[in-house]
C-alpha cells in the first residue's frame, strides 16, 4: 500500500522569508510525485510533478520541490513567502507501474501561513 | 480550475433523500474521478471512469453510485445509505487515465445533510 505524510498540520512563515512545506511518502517501486494547493471552498490546483529526470522539479508561482529518493521525501519549497501563498497545500503518490492516475494517494494536507 | 464546472456549489440534504451532483468537463478527457474532503483529511477515491460506460469503486464507494453515459459528463449521486455524507466533494479529469497525467479539479460541491 502506498502512502503520504505530511508532518506539519501547518506552518507559518513571514512574507519574504523561504518556506518549506514537507512530504515524505511510501510506494511500491519508483513514485510519481505531485503537489497542489487548494484555496478556501475551492477545488485543488496543480503546482508541480516529478515523472522523472532531475530531482529539482520547478512548478507554478515560483515554487519547487525535490525529490529525494534515498529519504524518500518530496519538500515544497519557495526562496521568498508572499502572503497570498497562504493556502493548503497537498502532496500525492503515484506508483510508476500503476496505469491508473486515480489511484494517487493524497496526504492530509499543510495549512501555510504567510504573515506579512 | 480548469475547464471542469461542479454543480451545484452548496446542497443540502434531508436524511433519507438522495441527491446527485453535476460533474462536467470540456477538456476532452477520457479519464474522470470522485474524491470526498473531509476536514483535515486528504481526498478520498469514491469513483473513477477511465472510459465512458465503464467505471470503477475507489476505496470509499459504498453508498454512492456514478454513470458516465458521455466522455464530458461523471454525475454523482449520494444516496440515502451513506450514513455520514456531509463533505465537500470534488470532481477530477486527466488526460488519458495514465499514472503520468496531472489531474484538474472542479470548484467543489459542498453538501451537507440537515
Known amino acids: 500500500a502506498q502512502s503520504v505524510a505530511q508532518p506539519e498540520d501547518q506552518v507559518n512563515v513571514a512574507e519574504g522569508n523561504p518556506l518549506t512545506v514537507k512530504c515524505t511518502y511510501s510506494?511500491?517501486?519508483?513514485?510519481?510525485l505531485f503537489w497542489y494547493v487548494q484555496y478556501p471552498n475551492r477545488g485543488l490546483q496543480f503546482l508541480l510533478k516529478y515523472i522523472t529526470g532531475d530531482n529539482l522539479v520547478k512548478g507554478s508561482y515560483g515554487f519547487e520541490a525535490e525529490f529525494n529518493k534515498s529519504q524518500t521525501s518530496f519538500h515544497l519549497k519557495k526562496p521568498s513567502a508572499l502572503v497570498s501563498d497562504s493556502a493548503l497545500y497537498f502532496c500525492?503518490?503515484?506508483?510508476?507501474?500503476?496505469?491508473?492516475?486515480?489511484?494517487?494517494?493524497f496526504g492530509d494536507g499543510t495549512t501555510l501561513t504567510v504573515k506579512p | 480550475d480548469g475547464g471542469i464546472t461542479q454543480s451545484p456549489k452548496y446542497l443540502f440534504r434531508k436524511e433519507g433523500q438522495n441527491v446527485t451532483l453535476s460533474c462536467e468537463q470540456n477538456l476532452n478527457h477520457d479519464a474522470m474521478y470522485w474524491y470526498r474532503q473531509d476536514p483535515g483529511q486528504g481526498l478520498r477515491l469514491i469513483y473513477y471512469?477511465?472510459?465512458?460506460?465503464?467505471?470503477q469503486k475507489g476505496d470509499i464507494a459504498e453508498g454512492y453510485s456514478v454513470s458516465r453515459e458521455k466522455k464530458e459528463s461523471f454525475p454523482l449521486t449520494v444516496t440515502s445509505a451513506q450514513k455520514n455524507p456531509t463533505a465537500f466533494y470534488l470532481c477530477a479529469s486527466s488526460g488519458s487515465g495514465l499514472s503520468t497525467d496531472t489531474q484538474y479539479f472542479g470548484p467543489g460541491t459542498r453538501l451537507t445533510v440537515l
Open positions: 471512469s477511465q472510459i465512458v460506460n465503464d467505471f
Open positions: 510506494v511500491s517501486g519508483n513514485p510519481y
Open positions: 500525492a503518490v503515484r506508483a510508476v507501474w500503476d496505469t491508473n492516475a486515480g489511484k494517487s494517494t
